[in-house]
């Protein structure tokens, strides 16, 4: 039989309380505005180097706490289309748990 001492106790019971004020402060987190430039080094596409044309460009920001976030609300579908060797759109940013549909059109 194990004997807990009282100052064992009360030490359990702070690291409890404590472990549970920081979970309710992580969950009631308030929203933030993120701010940022985007720049291209070395790219190969001539619209992205002379016309500044950044519309392929896709930015992404995880959690800060590096925590994956589940996909929110009803599973999601993207589809990406081949017709003649290209893909369109030529970029396609999804979420986690998207399906992806691959249509291939040959001409």
Not at 1 to 16: E, N, S, V
């Amino acid at each position: 039989m194990i004997l807990i001492t009282q100052p064992q106790r009360r030490r359990a019971l702070l690291a409890g309380v404590m472990v549970c004020l920081c979970g309710m402060a992580a969950s009631t987190a308030p929203a933030a505005t993120v701010a940022g430039n985007v720049v291209l080094i070395n790219s190969k596409d001539r619209a992205v180097n002379k016309e500044r044309d950044y519309s392929g460009v896709v930015v992404w920001l995880e959690p800060w706490n590096g925590a994956p976030q589940p996909p929110a609300g009803r599973p999601l579908r993207a589809t990406m289309l081949q017709k003649n060797k290209t893909f369109i759109p030529h970029v396609l940013a999804v979420e986690v748990g998207t399906a992806v549909d691959f249509r291939f059109f040959q001409l």
